[in-house]
Nanobody
Framework: QVQLVQSGGGVVQAGGSLRLSCAAS????????LGWFRQAPGKVRELVAS????????YHKDSVQGRFTISRDNAKNTGYLQMNSLKPEDTAIYYC??????????????????WGQGTQVTVSS
């Protein structure tokens, strides 16, 4: 499976923006669906956004719709999560994930084959 290395994240004031990157190495990245998850303290991990291998279909969680955008550049073997108009409730550790089956990312992430190392996003009010 691909190996994923995340970058980006940090501390930002409410209303600010951040971009997370997820660089893949190993097998062809274009064969993998991409997802971004987050986990806040004391809460379960949740899917924030996902994208099919070609990028032709995307999903964004309702609470981030219009603020976050998932994208990918298969030529650069990299996925992205652009986060705008950040809110304190967006504070969490964010993880990228990749799997050859989109349904695994969207439906049952317990079986996702590749995870990034996680990156902290903190939004101050």
């Amino acid at each position: 499976q691909v190996q994923l290395v995340q970058s980006g994240g940090g501390v930002v004031q409410a209303g600010g923006s951040l971009r997370l990157s997820c660089a893949a190495s190993g097998p062809t990245f274009s064969g993998y669906a991409l997802g971004w998850f987050r986990q806040a303290p004391g809460k379960v991990r949740e899917l924030v956004a996902s994208m099919t291998q070609s990028g032709g279909s995307t999903y964004h969680k309702d609470s981030v719709q219009g603020r976050f955008t998932i994208s990918r550049d298969n030529a650069k073997n990299t996925g992205y999560l652009q986060m705008n108009s950040l809110k304190p409730e967006d504070t969490a550790i964010y993880y990228c994930a990749a799997d050859t089956r989109y349904g695994t990312i969207f439906g049952d992430p317990r079986f996702v084959s590749s995870w990034g190392q996680g990156t902290q996003v903190t939004v101050s009010s």
